[in-house]
């Protein structure tokens, strides 16, 4: 699906009087409700650097990017906005939006650790559908916090609060200095 269709995937879930699975847990309704706030925020509000604007725009062979994702995942709120943003610079990078729960389960190519489905991930493709990068769940910084979270055993609720204080703070800043030598390097 492209952009467009994730969004209404987006809507479709939120105004479903009886959302199938697991959007009828009303956690999952709940978080997808704020990740449709969060997402559309950065949408208005990210500024992209100067550097990451020269560097899509200077891409001259077409590429491919696949965002796995899935609305009620808080670190996709936070970054797919600026995976979109950043290929709508150069008409050259399409865009493609897989769930990571439904078909075809690209997810299990590409398993963070080798064990783990975490999301998103952006798989960037050359024209012969060739892999030239991949990234994600997210950017260092936010990974390290979340670690030491886990570690610590920090509850749900707190590392919630934790992980969106970072990313509001971050302001999009560290996904798009990861993204910057993968635009460089193709």
């Given at each position: ?33 704020l ?45 797919v906005?600026?995976f ?50 991949v ?52």
């Amino acid at each position: 699906m492209d952009f467009q269709a994730y969004e209404q995937e987006f809507q479709k879930i939120l105004h479903n009087p009886e959302p199938a699975p697991p959007y009828n847990n009303p956690d999952y309704l709940n978080y997808t409700k704020l990740n449709w706030s969060r997402q559309s925020r950065w949408l208005k509000t990210g500024k992209l650097s100067e550097d990451i604007i020269a560097a899509a725009k200077s891409i001259t062979q077409p590429q491919h990017w696949i965002i796995i994702t899935e609305p009620w995942c808080g670190d996709a709120a936070h970054l797919v906005p600026f995976f979109q943003m950043i290929a709508a610079l150069n008409p050259l990078i399409t865009t493609e939006y897989q769930l990571r729960d439904s078909p075809p389960f690209l997810i299990h190519q590409y398993l963070t650790n080798g064990t783990s489905k975490s999301i998103p991930k952006l798989i960037m493709r050359d024209a012969a559908g060739k892999d030239i990068a991949v990234w994600g769940p997210r950017p260092a910084g936010c990974q390290t916090l979340y670690d030491r979270l886990k570690h610590e055993q920090a509850d749900f609720e707190q590392m919630k609060i934790s992980l969106q204080q970072w990313y509001n703070e971050d302001k999009g800043v560290s996904v798009q200095l990861e993204l910057l030598p993968l635009l460089h390097n193709y």
